[in-house]
């Protein structure tokens, strides 16, 4: 077993001020991880954090964070469009990785860096680790059993709305507080696919396995958004749906949209000839698993293994739960379900998505899982 885990976190914007920082710094993970050093091109904001959250270094860059020897791991924080580039630069340096969804933009992209991990035999773990979820195990345990007789069709899917410019650490006036969202309707890495969606699809998939083919209708359709007075133009387009195939006739509807979500669905909706699962009810009626009571009372991360104590009652718990994934995996070599392989088939369906709309065909899928 590996000793305490020296984890350095690359940007201190929103995720890692409401989440990573305050799960990672609490006194119950000090034996199995500590931040060691934080990074932030806003370099007042990388110290403003590291200062509140007790992290002993602070650098302007990944590349000074790195060449630093402070950390055996990271966790990438970033916009998504920075993602790849920066996860390459930890695998060339040897450091294990966690993204925070999504872990590239690209198909192509994401074929590399875990080709290069492999090489380096760095440790990559992808955000988010829907199918860690029992909730998810089960459905996907009642579906093997033929709980809903044949599969007919599935959905899921999510909606920007305001949600990012009404985060409490925006429009502030101090550096952990005035951070500016306009990153999320920019490319590359913006839109509701690879920040929103990306939860959906990743529990569709851990559930039904991995798509075929993909066919989308995509575009821009709010041309821009009032931030505090100060109006971010979109150039990533922001609602997108598609039709996806898993064979034999078996289709799901996918979408990531501006604004405007299907009421009262879970993640996902499955329905099948003798029934319907969505979220925790088959046929309307709630399904016993572990840790259902935990996620009655604290919301959907309340089962996750390592959401435990006050965890519960925290920001972002699932983010907590993926970065200690990696903590165990490098610790006790316990592999995880959080992998690069089944990020990459999730990002391959977005990637085939805006081509798709681009192109007007289908688009045959090659990654697995």
């Known amino acids: 077993m590996t000793d305490t885990v020296r984890l350095g976190i690359i940007g201190t914007g929103s995720i890692s001020i409401r989440g990573l920082l305050p799960h990672l710094t609490m006194d119950d993970v000090q034996d199995r991880v ?38 055996d791991a990271v966790s990438i924080a970033t916009p998504i469009g920075l993602h790849f580039a920066q ?41 988010p680790g829907e199918m860690l979820r029992p909730r998810h195990q089960r459905i996907k345990e009642m579906i093997d059993e033929g709980a809903l007789g044949t599969l007919t069709w599935a959905v899921t899917g999510s909606a920007f709305g305001r949600y990012h410019e009404n985060e409490r650490v925006r429009g502030g006036d101090d550096p952990l507080t005035n951070v500016n969202p306009a990153w999320y309707f920019r490319k590359p890495g913006g839109g509701p696919l690879y920040d929103m969606t990306v939860y959906g699809l990743h529990a569709m998939t851990g559930i039904l396995g991995p798509a075929k083919r993909v066919t989308a209708f995509s575009g821009v359709r709010v041309k821009e958004r009032e931030f505090y007075g100060q109006m971010l133009p979109t150039n990533m387009d922001d609602n997108t749906l598609m039709v996806l195939t898993f064979g034999d006739s078996f289709f799901a509807f996918v979408y990531g949209v501006a604004a405007g979500s299907l009421p009262n669905m ?8 003798e029934g319907v699962i969505n979220g ?16 009655e009372e604290y919301g959907t991360n309340g089962a996750l293994p390592h959401v435990v104590g006050v965890h519960r009652e925290m920001e972002e718990a699932h983010v907590y ?21 089944h990020a990459r088939h999730v990002i391959e369906i977005f990637d085939a998505a805006y081509r798709s709309a681009e192109s007007g065909t289908a688009q045959e899928l090659r990654t697995t899982f």
């Not at 990388?46 to 990944?62: C, L, M, N, Q, R």
């Not at 630069?89 to 860096?113: R, S, Y």
């Not at 925790?280 to 996620?295: A, Q, V």
Request: hydrophobic fraction near 45%.
């Open 34 to 71: 500590k931040v060691t050093a934080v990074c932030d091109p806003v370099v007042e904001r990388a110290e403003a954090a590291a200062a509140k959250f007790g992290v002993p270094h602070f650098y302007a860059s990944a590349e000074a964070l790195l060449a630093s020897g402070a950390v």
């Open 87 to 127: 996860g390459m630069q930890c695998v060339d340096a040897g450091v294990h990785v966690h993204f925070n969804k999504t872990m590239t933009t690209t198909v192509d992209e994401a074929d590399q860096l875990i080709a290069a991990a492999a090489a380096k035999d760095v440790k990559l773990v992808a955000c």
């Open 266 to 273: 879970g993640r996902p909706l499955i329905f099948g000839a």
């Open 280 to 295: 925790g009810t088959l046929n309307g009626e709630p399904f016993d698993y572990p840790g259902r009571e935990l996620d």
């Open 321 to 341: 739960e993926d970065v200690m994934q990696l903590v165990d995996w490098i610790r006790d070599d316990i592999p995880t379900t959080s992998t690069a392989e």
